[in-house]
């Protein structure tokens, strides 16, 4: 009898191992096995003062997308996506003309912000010719949205140059004006609305 309790108790973990992979509730989760989606993000340039550029040239230093932490609440993440091209003219992609600077299979799970997080930015003026300097006050954007397995979800990044200049010693200046998403090609939020 003590001989069988002690080969039933090498054999728990086996059993045990065995009961849970039978019922579905061990779970890999190994990144080859996470089922994929596709993501693209695109950015336009809403027409305000991108007028007055004959050149506006934005570096994007990152793209940056943080997933939803759930139980791990304290801890924020962001995942880098890799921009292409990596420097665009904003001039070329105003009045719904976008570009695409992210396109590609992501893991299929939940998002809780973007960062379009911009380095260098020339401006090249119109009237003058002249090189015009232009703030930017693009920052990290809360938005809750989920990359779905098999299905494309689209965001559409707006930005905004305004000109500040009769309110010294502002300029102009670059920020998001809002964003679209749509999942599957149905559009599942936009901000503004309209």
Known sequence: MAE?????????PIILLALLVNNGLLIAS????????LLEIRIKDHRDAIGDFSKLNI?????????K???????????ELRAAPDTIDLTQYVGGKGVSV????????????????????????????????VKNTVGPVKLSFEVRPRRETVL??????????????????LGLQGYELYSAGKLIVKIPPG
Do not use: C, M
Request: proline content about 6%.
């Open 102 to 133: 992210y396109r590609g299979a992501i893991a299929a799970v939940g998002f809780d912000a973007f960062h379009l997080k911009v380095g260098i930015i020339e401006g090249l003026l119109k009237k003058n010719r002249r090189r015009a300097p």
């Open 30 to 37: 190994s990144p080859a096995q996470q089922e994929q989606g």
């Open 156 to 173: 559409i990044i707006d930005l905004v140059v305004t000109d500040f200049s009769d309110h010294p010693p502002r300029g102009y200046e």
């Open 59 to 67: 570096a994007i230093e990152k793209l940056l997308i943080s997933p």
């Open 4 to 12: 069988q309790a002690v080969k039933l108790l090498r054999q728990a």
């Open 69 to 79: 932490r759930g139980l791990k609440f304290w801890s924020a993440t962001w995942h």
